[in-house]
């Protein structure tokens, strides 16, 4: 059809305003071509992307460019190909960092290449993964027992009830043989896992099994002897509840509560994230918001979403859930779906038990991927730089995030 | 570059080039780094990240040199290795923004490197720039000094010692000082003369 040179020319007559009725005929054909062209004509139109393209190809930006990239291959060429690794740039500075420290200073990277010395820190490491299990049960008498400091084996004793770790750090719950059959008062346990944990995995009286996650606690009764199975948790928790037909499974979080027969379902509800959601993959489940006394009841795929605001609508139930994403950690695994920079700076700073601190505003950054858990901090950080639209400092157990050069 | 003066003959070129001759290596790639790099940047949306794949795609080509024939063999090797490398950067991005989904997408969806949206726009703003060479003095110097450094009228009028109203006149809009550059539109021409 029309070639480069052509268009090239009809696009500058655009921007001067001079075409001729035939020559706006051809540059429409074109533009409607395809795609592209039609993302090109809309570039040029736009005052700001223009303004850039002209600063890109002014001749003096042209020549720095030019220049910059030259002396890097010319400087490299006669190295070994693998000596040079061109990505994660950054992360290789991080390395010289920590080397600089030992001077009392450092120089942090910055997105445009340019080594910048920053203030002194007094310590600069890296944030490791989560390696033991920190979690605490409390038991019906008030006193604690933390499950990094005792052995495998039998734990505690409760009633009839025999409390359990064994050497992957799960805990059970197993009712003596003797105590079969036997009535007893219903006394309850609380399981707190705090921040910068593993995630604990317990299995209760009645063989349900419950996962749970960083910053959580779960209160259950020792065995099951009433005419439900009533839970409560805050944070958050993965349920496989065992299935009982005469006895409903309840989980109860004040203003809601999810009551079940038997089947698998996630509970999301740290009290700072906007809402509680509650997402089921197997079975069926009933969701009751006792605020507005309203109730119903969710399929397979579904997620109930509650307001924590005081003045909160109803439960709103959508079937627009990855259900791989809320569940992933279960898994091992972060995973975002177009998740807010602020929702995953939570997630980070639960689980590698580390503060946040914003300069500049990253609001309009939305992000998706998912990453190992059980790496170091810089893996996930990295990862995240890597889209170019956010930066971090790690100071000690501090994150910085500031806003991206793109 | 444009005060580049070498010129060669195709098969000269070559010859040299194969040699690992570094003037011809040069010239080679001074002719295509400003394509490769705007396609780069068009995928990558990173400047970093672009000058990373430009200088990794002429390091390859470098290394490979005795093996090319012509400057289209040249070429060719050189859009399909930057393609190629765009796409393998963003297939390896752990984490996206929906507009690197978008662009892994698009690109993957593209069979042949696809440089048209790149030569186009580099035919229209080396047009641009060759305008902007026939402006006169003045002209010239806001418009070089407002899309080199992103001067502010106010600088730039300290810089060129105009008065700031001058130049805040002028508005550094691209649209218009193109259709300035026009001798059809000679009043906005005069209003732009109008200095101290």
């Known amino acids: 059809m029309t070639d480069k040179n052509t268009i090239g020319l009809l696009l500058y007559k655009h921007l001067q305003g001079t075409l001729t009725d035939e020559e706006a005929q051809l540059l429409e054909e074109w533009r409607r071509a395809s795609e592209d062209n039609a993302l090109l004509m809309e570039e040029i139109d736009n005052e700001e992307m223009l303004t850039k393209r002209l600063e890109q190809f002014h001749p003096d930006n042209k020549k720095a460019v030019r220049d910059k990239i030259l002396q890097r291959i010319l400087a490299a060429r006669h190295e070994h190909p693998a000596v040079r690794r061109l990505p994660s740039l950054r992360w290789v500075a991080a390395a010289s960092i920590v080397l600089a420290l030992v001077a009392g200073t450092y120089f942090w990277w910055q997105p445009d290449g340019k080594a910048r010395q920053a203030e002194t820190v007094s310590t600069l490491e890296d944030v490791e993964a989560p390696q033991f299990v920190r979690a605490v049960i409390t038991l019906a008498d008030g006193s604690t027992v933390s499950l990094d400091s005792v052995a495998n084996g039998s734990v505690a004793v409760q009633g009839n009830i025999n409390i359990v770790k064994d050497a992957d750090g799960k805990l059970s719950y197993q009712p003596s043989a003797s105590a079969k059959g036997k009535e007893q008062e219903e006394i309850y346990n609380t399981l707190h896992n705090p921040r910068g944990s593993k995630v604990i995995d317990i299995a209760l009286a009645d063989g349900s099994r419950v996962w749970l996650n960083v910053g959580s606690s779960l209160t259950y009764p020792v065995a099951f002897v009433g005419k439900e199975r009533k839970v409560s948790i805050t944070g958050e928790a993965y349920f496989e509840v065992a299935r009982n037909a005469t006895k409903p499974f309840i989980v109860d979080r004040g203003e809601m509560s999810v009551q079940v027969l038997g089947t698998h379902f996630n509970v999301n509800a740290y009290e700072d994230e906007a809402d509680i959601r509650v997402t089921l993959l197997e079975g069926s489940v009933k969701i009751s918001d006792t605020r507005n006394a309203a109730s119903g009841i969710i399929k397979p795929g579904e997620q109930a979403v509650f307001s924590q605001a005081k003045d909160g609508e109803q439960i709103r139930v959508t079937d627009d859930v990855n259900v791989e994403e809320v569940i992933a950690w279960t898994n091992g695994m972060f995973h975002f779906a177009g998740a807010s920079v602020a929702y995953i700076m939570r997630q980070i700073q639960r689980w590698y038990d580390v503060e946040v601190e914003y300069m500049g505003d990253v609001s309009s950054v939305n992000l998706s991927g998912i990453v190992s858990r059980k790496k170091n901090i810089t893996n996930l950080l990295g990862a995240l730089e890597a889209t170019g639209k956010i930066v971090f400092k790690l100071e000690g157990r501090k994150v910085i995030v500031l806003p991206g050069k793109y | ?196």
């Open chain 2, 1 to 196: 570059m444009s005060n580049n003066v070498l010129s060669y003959r195709e098969d000269e070129l070559i010859r040299r080039f194969r040699a690992g001759e570094e003037e011809a290596f040069t010239f080679v790639y001074d002719q295509f780094y400003f394509l490769i790099y705007q396609y780069c940047l068009r995928w990558l949306q990173s400047k970093q990240d672009a000058e990373d794949v430009v200088a990794d795609t002429f390091l390859k080509l470098h290394q490979r040199c005795e093996q090319f024939e012509s400057t289209e063999h040249v070429i060719g090797f050189l859009k399909t290795t930057s393609r190629n490398a765009c796409l393998n950067h963003l297939r390896h991005l752990r984490i996206k923004t929906d507009k690197q989904e978008t662009l892994l997408q698009r690109l993957s969806r593209q069979e042949a490197p696809d440089f048209e949206w790149t030569e186009v726009q580099e035919v229209l703003l080396n047009l641009v720039y060759a305008e902007v060479e026939k402006l006169p003095g003045k002209m010239k110097e806001i418009f070089l000094l407002s899309y080199r450094d992103g001067l502010k009228p106010a600088e730039i009028a300290k810089r060129l010692n105009l008065k700031v109203r001058t130049v805040s006149n002028q508005k550094t809009n691209a649209i218009h000082i193109l259709r300035a550059a026009m001798p059809e539109y000679p009043l906005f021409l005069a209003l732009l003369l109008l200095l101290d």
